[in-house]
């Protein structure tokens, strides 16, 4: 059964940085995307990165216009491990960050779609202080 466990939240002050990690066990090497979503209090789960492939092409949600330039996601192939580097955080980033993973039937246009990620990891907590 594959699982995927997120870490590296915590609580950090504005201006700081934390790298998440996503790691999966029981990886299916039939993944095809890898994702990141958010979800702050009160607010609906929201996408944040996409990485696809084994090159590591990735995607970024344009809608979250605060977020352009600070967020990067990576995978170590080796590790079957994804990672968020978030750069600059800012209040409005509190959230708990899921990682999720599509195996089959992804689609590139709809990628922010929930719906499309079979997988999901329990979440990781970021809360950040102004």
């Known amino acids: 059964q594959v699982q995927l466990v997120e870490s590296g939240g915590g609580s950090v002050q504005a201006g700081g940085s934390l790298r998440l990690s996503c790691a999966a066990s029981g990886y299916s090497s039939t993944w095809n995307y890898m994702a990141w979503f958010r979800q702050a209090p009160g607010k609906e789960r929201e996408a944040v990165a996409l990485i696809y492939g084994a090159a590591g092409r990735t995607w970024y949600a344009e809608s979250i216009e605060s977020m352009k330039g600070r967020f990067i996601i990576s995978q170590d192939n080796a590790k079957n491990t994804v990672y968020l580097q978030i750069y600059s955080l800012k209040p409005e980033d509190t959230a708990m960050y899921y990682c999720?993973?599509?195996?089959?039937?992804?689609?590139?246009?709809?990628?922010?779609?929930?719906?499309?990620?079979?997988?999901w990891g329990q979440g990781t907590q970021v809360t950040v202080s102004s």
């Open positions: 999720a993973g599509c195996s089959s039937g992804c689609d590139g246009n709809t990628w922010y779609r929930q719906s499309q990620y079979s997988v």
